[in-house]
C-alpha cells in the first residue's frame, strides 16, 4: 500500500505565500508523474501542476508565474510553492501520485489540505 500525507496549509491573507508538501511511503518502486490538484465546493477537481520524475512542469493558466511546482525523488516528496495568492485560490488541494510497484501503476491521492485567502 501507498500512503501521501500532504501538509502546510492554513489561512492567509492575499498577497502572501504558502508552501504545500506532500511525502509518498509505502510499496514504491518509483514515481512518475507527481501532481497538485484543487476542488472547492460544487466544483470539479482541478489540475494546479504537475511534475515529472525528469523535472519537467506543467501549469494552469491560472497559477502561472505565482505557483512553483519541484519535487525530491530521494524522498518521494513534491511541493507546491504558492505565492502572491488571491481569494479564487482558496480550496483544498490534493497531491497525487502515479506510483509504480511491483503490482504494476496505479495513482494515488493524499487526504487533502485546506487553503484559504481572505480579502
Known amino acids: 500500500q501507498v500512503q501521501l500525507v500532504e501538509s502546510g496549509g492554513g489561512l492567509v491573507q492575499a498577497g502572501e505565500s504558502l508552501k504545500l508538501s506532500c511525502a509518498a511511503s509505502g510499496n514504491i518502486l518509483r514515481i512518475n508523474t507527481m501532481g497538485w490538484y484543487r476542488q472547492t465546493p460544487g466544483k470539479q477537481r482541478e489540475l494546479v501542476a504537475t511534475?515529472?520524475?525528469?523535472?519537467?512542469?506543467n501549469y494552469a493558466d491560472s497559477v502561472k508565474g505565482r505557483f512553483t511546482i519541484s519535487r525530491d525523488n530521494a524522498r518521494n516528496t513534491v511541493y507546491l510553492q504558492m505565492n502572491s495568492l488571491k481569494p479564487e485560490d482558496t480550496a483544498v488541494y490534493y497531491c497525487?501520485?502515479?506510483?509504480?510497484?511491483?503490482?504494476?501503476?496505479?495513482?494515488?491521492w493524499g487526504q487533502g489540505t485546506q487553503v484559504t485567502v481572505s480579502s
Open positions: 497525487e501520485a502515479d506510483v509504480v510497484n511491483y503490482g504494476g501503476s496505479r495513482d494515488y
Open positions: 511534475i515529472l520524475k525528469i523535472g519537467v512542469t
